[in-house]
């Protein structure tokens, strides 16, 4: 939780997977069990996945079921739970949180036609915008306010800002950071290149202060924050 230290965590074994809320030294909440029992647990399953929202009262969860996307998001102040069906055409979501400025709304790198992109989902209206197109894979999505220019962080593995689109166009091998502004405008959308690594990739960029982000590569092998 961004603002205390209530937190959530994700219990998984033999299949079966469990999100509990801890609040102080209370019982945890149960927030979600589900999943099928294995004799083995799954080494690194992609679901649940968690997001606060910035306020702290509201903790968001990703989980799988029945092959379909949903989402269940408990407000910790009222007690309530309130589940949602995520757009079916959304074939797998890389990761996502809350977009820091909007408390109804998230930020997703979704998986569609086989590519991942960037979308906003309002969980108000149910209304889902993609923010990049392309044959391009972007991942790791995270909204930055700095001094003279805000907008969204992120991994892509094209080679430009601006590069040629279509089906024989292959992409770039390696991932560097991006950066997307104005992408409420569709038609006044600019995207800027910040990190031009020949070795290595650049992936999980982050905000570090006013002027300043920050970016895990492994350049040298090994993954590092710089």
Do not use: C
């Amino acid at each position: 939780n961004p603002h205390n230290r209530d937190y959530a965590v994700v219990e998984f074994r033999k299949g079966i997977y469990r999100v509990l809320l801890y609040q102080g030294y209370y019982k945890p909440t149960l927030l979600l069990k589900s999943g099928v029992r294995q004799m083995e647990s799954q080494e690194n399953p992609a679901y649940p996945q968690i997001a606060w929202d910035p306020r702290g009262t509201h903790v968001a969860v990703l989980y799988e079921k029945a092959g379909r996307l949903e989402l269940m998001i408990y407000d910790e102040l009222a007690r309530v739970k309130t589940k949602l069906d995520l757009p079916a055409d959304l074939q797998s979501i890389n990761s996502f949180s809350y977009l820091p400025i909007d408390n109804n709304t998230l930020l997703l790198s979704a998986i569609k036609n086989g590519h991942s992109h960037i979308f906003t989902y309002n969980i108000s209206n149910f209304a889902i915008r993609q923010i990049t197109k392309g044959s391009y894979d972007e991942l790791d999505p995270s909204y930055v306010g700095f001094a003279k220019k805000n907008g969204i962080l992120f991994s892509s593995n094209r080679p430009s800002p601006y590069a040629p689109d279509g089906d024989t166009v292959l992409p770039h091998h390696r991932y560097n950071v991006f950066l997307i502004s104005n992408w409420e405008k569709p038609d006044a959308v600019q995207i800027s290149q910040l990190t031009t690594l020949s070795d290595g990739d650049a992936r999980l960029p982050m905000q570090y202060n006013d002027t300043h982000f920050t970016f895990v590569s492994n350049k040298n092998g090994i993954s590092n924050r710089y």
